[in-house]
C-alpha cells in the first residue's frame, strides 16, 4: 500500500514504517494497546516532526445502528477523570477532540472505500474486560461506541500542537451482541479498506 516502504525503527514491540503514498510521505507506527503506550508513540513521532496523527484501529459499537463492519470516526473522546490525560493535564477536565479538517477528511476517505460512517463520540475504557458496567452511562452520554486509546491520542497531540483524528471499524456491538463473523480474507479486506481511507485523509489534510 505505501510506495518504498522501509522499516525505521522497531523498539518495545512497536514497529514503524516510512513510506510513499500518492507521493506524500507517510509513517505508519503501532501504538499498543491503551493510553500509555499510545502516548509514548505520539510523543516521539512528534520529536521526529510528525505534524499529524490519526488512530486506525477497532471499537466496539454502543449504539443499535452501528453495525458490524462500519466504520466510526471519532469527533471526540469521553474517559474517565484521571490516567494518561489527567497525568498531560493536571486538575482540569481536558477537550479530547479530534481536529474537524481531518475529521472530513477520514469520513470521505473511509466513504470512497464503501464504508458505512458514523461520526460521533467515543468512550475510551481502560480495562478492556470492564466495560459492560458502564455501557449505560456511556450510551447516555451519547458516545457511539468504545475503544481504548483515542482519549489520549487526541489529548496529547492536541497539548503538542498536532492534528489529530480516528478512523475505528466496529468489530462487536455490545448493545445489540452482534460480532463480526467473517474469515481471514473478508478481514483482511476490510483492514486494508480502512487502511486506504486514512492514507487518503492523511495526505489530503491541509497542515
Not at 510528525?50 to 484501529?57: C, D, N, P, S
Not at 470512497?112 to 467515543?122: D, K, N, Y
Not at 482519549?151 to 492534528?163: D, L
Amino acid at each position: 500500500m505505501l510506495s518504498g516502504a522501509v522499516l525505521v525503527n522497531s523498539n518495545r514491540g512497536f514497529n514503524t514504517y516510512t513510506g510513499f503514498f500518492e507521493g506524500e510521505r507517510v509513517t505508519v507506527a503501532t501504538h499498543g494497546i491503551g493510553g500509555p503506550s499510545a502516548a509514548i508513540v505520539v510523543e516521539e513521532l512528534r520529536m521526529l516532526g510528525a505534524k499529524l496523527v490519526v488512530r486506525l484501529g477497532t471499537c466496539g459499537g454502543l449504539a443499535e445502528g452501528v453495525r458490524v463492519g462500519d466504520a466510526v470516526v471519532a469527533l471526540g473522546a469521553i474517559y474517565q477523570p484521571g490516567g494518561t490525560p489527567g497525568m498531560y493535564a493536571p486538575g482540569v477536565c481536558y477537550p479530547a477532540a479530534a481536529d474537524p479538517e481531518v475529521v472530513l477528511e477520514l469520513e470521505k476517505g473511509l466513504r470512497e472505500e464503501g464504508f458505512r460512517v458514523h461520526r460521533g463520540v467515543v468512550a475510551s475504557s481502560d480495562a478492556f474486560h470492564a466495560e459492560e458496567a458502564n455501557l449505560g452511562p456511556w450510551s447516555s452520554l451519547g458516545a457511539i461506541a468504545v475503544e481504548m486509546e483515542c482519549a489520549t491520542i487526541f489529548t496529547v497531540a492536541r497539548i503538542r500542537g498536532m492534528k489529530t483524528g480516528a478512523a475505528l471499524v466496529v468489530i462487536d456491538n455490545l448493545a445489540t451482541g452482534e460480532y463480526l463473523e467473517v474469515g481471514a480474507e473478508e478481514r483482511r479486506k476490510l483492514e486494508l479498506g480502512a487502511a486506504r481511507g486514512v492514507l487518503k485523509a492523511l495526505v489530503r489534510t491541509p497542515l
